[in-house]
């Protein structure tokens, strides 16, 4: 049994009509925008910009968001070629098991869980703190002096995995509904804060790189690049501005989500590459703004909290803002919970119906048309998650989950071209394979990048994801089934 074996783009196809294991097409263009937008702008504006400003770029965070914007540009072109190509549910693993092989398409479905549920989880921890401090409560309910159940959290998820469950159609009018809400208060940051901006906040724009404190050095919390090129541990500068890419990187997460909704989209060789491009385009503009006026409202050294855009507008004496953003946020996380989860339940299932996980997992609910049973799986991880375990250290673990994947997509838009150039293609990447070269080689340079501890997380669930292709995947996948008889078992009762 190969492990290179492909999966036909027309079988990949021809597998979303399976009774029983079919989602419903209810998805447009403008909704794909609104999950889009819906997922993408959340924790990354109303958290990350202020910490990294404070950290590692300064003023400059501006310019690490266009460099992580222009990264997620170049994968851009490739997903939005793949989707409208394999409007099939599953993203990046879809694409990859059509064009490089079936262990490499399981590798980055191990990689996509791991990226979608931890996602899911951190931001709804980060709902909760919002919550708790918009309402004057604590939503957390303390076990001993060092841990707590966050019972905020899980509430929020379960809550929304009942509304993902009740179909994408339901869910993408809620996230309308908030996405409007968040924009408006993401245009009252820029618009009320562009009175209270001090061009002299703006000075150095680019702060002079600095030694990172004696106490902080361990090798771990170091970026990658440092510890192989044997540079001193330092903070802002050039490298600073880089580094600071590679984490408000995670502000982008979001655009790739839309791929995974392709199966339930109603025209989706149009519909793909506006969702894609629409949401990606206004939310570069909005966190570019958005960076400019907090680090001009405040000095960047007085942005390190856990509400950097509300601490900033109570730093110049506008507490009623503060509390107007504040709420802003809590509605706006709420989203982001809701994409990432309907993502991952997505991934999963495409990973179950192709007998890469048990097939049961991929039974969609007669009535609405969901993905039920890995909706509900999914439900209870992020929740379990998200209320019991401590995981704010595992956050750049996302960012680098979502660069691999970008990294695996653009190879294959280039292995794809080559191996099937009779496709229809309704989005066409330009200049392949030159683009796509330099889209893996950019997600590359961005993760290596992120620190030490990254990556030695990274690779031990990618060795564990390893062990079960080679135990379970690798016999009991629809392909190696189909190599051990004359005809294609139709499987569909498993």
């Keep these: ?112 869980i791991l990226e979608f549920t931890l996602a899911a989880s951190v931001v709804a921890v980060g709902w909760s703190a919002y919550a708790g401090d918009l309402l004057g409560i604590p939503t957390s309910i303390a076990i001993t002096d060092d841990y707590g159940v966050n019972v905020g959290a899980m509430a929020i998820v379960i809550l929304l995995g009942v509304v993902s ?5 339901l869910s993408g009018r809620v996230t309308a509904v908030v996405v409007a809400i968040k924009v408006a208060i993401v245009l009252f940051v820029i618009v009320v804060g562009a009175f209270y901006v001090k061009a002299s906040n703006w000075t150095p724009f680019v702060p002079p790189a600095e030694p990172v404190p004696a106490e902080t050095q361990s090798i771990g919390h170091q970026p990658l690049t440092q510890v192989l090129l044997g540079l001193e541990p330092s903070s802002f500068g050039i490298w600073g501005v880089i ?17 995974t909704t392709a199966e339930e989209t109603k025209n989706p060789k149009r519909d793909m590459p506006v969702g894609i491009f629409g949401s990606l385009i206004i939310v570069t503009v909005l966190y570019m703004a958005v960076a400019a006026i907090v680090t001009g409202m405040r000095p960047y050294t007085e942005l390190n909290s856990d509400a950097p855009l509300a601490e900033a507008f109570r730093g110049v004496g506008a507490d009623w803002a503060a509390t107007l ?29 192709d007998g890469l996980l048990p097939r049961g997992l991929s ?72 683009l796509p070269v ?12 992120l620190t ?6 990274f690779l031990v669930w990618m060795l564990l994801g390893v062990i079960v292709y080679f135990c379970y995947g690798m016999r009991k996948s629809r392909l190696a089934r189909a190599e051990h008889t004359p005809t294609v078992k139709d499987d569909s009762a498993d």
């Design 1 to 112: 049994m190969s492990i290179w074996r492909t999966k036909s783009i027309e079988q990949s196809i021809k597998d979303t009509d399976e009774p029983g294991h079919a989602l419903r097409k209810d998805l447009t263009g403008f909704d794909l925008i609104v999950f889009g937008i819906g997922v993408i702008i959340g924790t990354g504006i109303f958290v990350v910009t202020g910490r990294q400003a404070a950290e590692n770029a300064g003023p400059a965070i501006i310019v690490s968001f266009l460099i992580a914007g222009l990264v997620c540009a170049l994968a851009a072109m490739c997903y939005a070629e793949f989707a409208s190509t394999v409007p099939v549910a599953g993203s990046a693993y879809t694409f990859g098991y059509a064009s490089l092989g079936e262990f490499v398409a399981w590798i980055i479905g191990w990689d996509l």
């Design 325 to 353: 953003i504040s709420l802003g946020g809590v509605i706006g996380i709420t989203t982001v919970i809701l994409v990432l989860m309907m993502g991952q339940s997505r991934v999963a299932f495409a990973m179950s119906r």
């Design 452 to 457: 030490v501890d990254t990556w030695i997380r």
């Design 165 to 169: 469950t009740l179909g994408a159609k």
């Design 243 to 259: 580094a600071a890419a590679s984490v408000v990187f995670f502000a982008f997460i979001g655009f790739d989500i839309v791929a």
């Design 438 to 449: 330099i889209a893996a080689l950019a997600c590359g340079w961005l993760m290596l990048n």
């Design 363 to 434: 039974k969609t609910h007669p009535r609405f048309g969901t993905p039920y049973v890995m909706t509900g799986i999914t439900t209870v991880a992020v929740a379990l998650l998200a209320g019991l375990v401590p995981i704010s250290a595992l956050e750049e673990m996302v960012n680098i989950g979502t660069l691999f994947a970008f990294v695996v997509v653009s190879v294959g838009v280039i292995v794809l071209r080559r191996t099937r150039p009779d496709l229809p293609r309704a989005f066409r990447a330009p200049w392949v394979p030159v």
